[in-house]
């Protein structure tokens, strides 16, 4: 970091008591808690996890210091604060995808305006049907429209794409909504506090599964078997042997372990 960009010893200080205020005020949220869920904790909380990690990030850049504290990440939802019985609901899904085989995609999307001519596409950039095999914007249009999400996330290999993460809401609502009365803004009224549940899918849990499992490895191999024991470990009927390896390709091969877990905290630096 610059010397220009070096914050100061007064801002450091200043961070410091901004986590002492966040303290005493998320005790006394604790304290004057309603219930489980109460919202003003959950402000307290965020407020007080925001200033520390401020703080812990400005006695790092000017003392190259650390605190003792691990910053929990703001990945959970706010309690639930819609109806109890609602009456109607609405799904939000976001999928990521990376264009990674840009000449597949635009192969299938030509294929599909070959086949249908009066097949939509965006307009500009190129769309005109018989040019959409040249243009990914409009590759992009004409697959996106001619088939439906789901379809597309089984078979987005045929398409060059990449999966990225995924997310879907199921959000609660009081009334069912009016023909067309949110498709000018339809995301606007995502609200977490109206979350009935939600399903996340990330590369990042495989990482962090991967994580425990390794962490789970520490054992001596003389913990898990006795060397004492090896000769008669292996001294067992050939036949046997067979009769297991007939009954694995029976059955498809050898049953596999599932280990599961929570996942592993990232460490703090």
Not at 34 to 42: F, H, K, L, N, R
Not at 124 to 132: E, Y
Not at 222 to 233: A, H, K, P, S
Not at 239 to 247: L, Q, R, S, V
Request: some cysteine; aromatic content about 6%; overall charge negative.
């Amino acid at each position: 970091m610059s010397d220009a960009a070096q914050p100061s010893a007064a801002e450091v200080r200043a961070a410091a008591e901004a986590v002492k205020a966040a303290l005493d005020r998320h005790l006394d949220a604790v304290e004057r808690r309603s219930g489980e869920d109460d919202p003003a904790v959950y402000a307290a909380f965020n407020e007080l996890a925001a200033t520390a990690e401020a703080y812990d990030e400005l006695l790092y850049d000017t003392y190259d210091e650390v605190t003792p504290f691990e910053i929990p990440g703001d990945d959970t939802l706010p309690a639930y604060a819609g109806p109890e019985e609602p009456s109607a609901l609405s799904v939000l899904i976001r999928r990521d995808y990376a264009v990674i085989e840009p000449q597949r995609l635009l192969a299938q999307a030509q294929r599909v305006a070959d086949l249908d001519p009066d097949v939509d596409a965006p307009a500009g950039a190129a769309a005109a049907v018989g040019n959409v095999g040249g243009s990914v914007h409009a590759a992009l249009g004409v697959i996106f429209g001619e088939y439906e999400p789901d379809e597309i996330a089984s078979r987005h290999k045929e398409f060059g794409l990449e999966e990225g993460d995924s997310t879907l809401w199921v959000t609660a609502a009081e009334d069912p909504a009016e023909p067309g009365e949110w498709l000018a803004s339809p995301f606007d009224q995502a609200d977490p506090q109206r979350v009935i549940c939600r399903f996340d899918v990330s590369a990042v849990f495989d990482e962090e599964q991967d994580l425990d499992d390794d962490g789970d490895d520490g054992e001596d191999v003389d913990d898990v078997v006795d060397v004492d024991d090896v000769d008669d470990v292996l001294d067992v009927d050939a036949d046997d042997d067979a009769d297991d390896e007939a009954d694995d390709e029976a059955d498809g091969g050898p049953e596999r372990d599932r280990h599961g877990g929570a996942p592993a905290s990232p460490p703090k630096r």
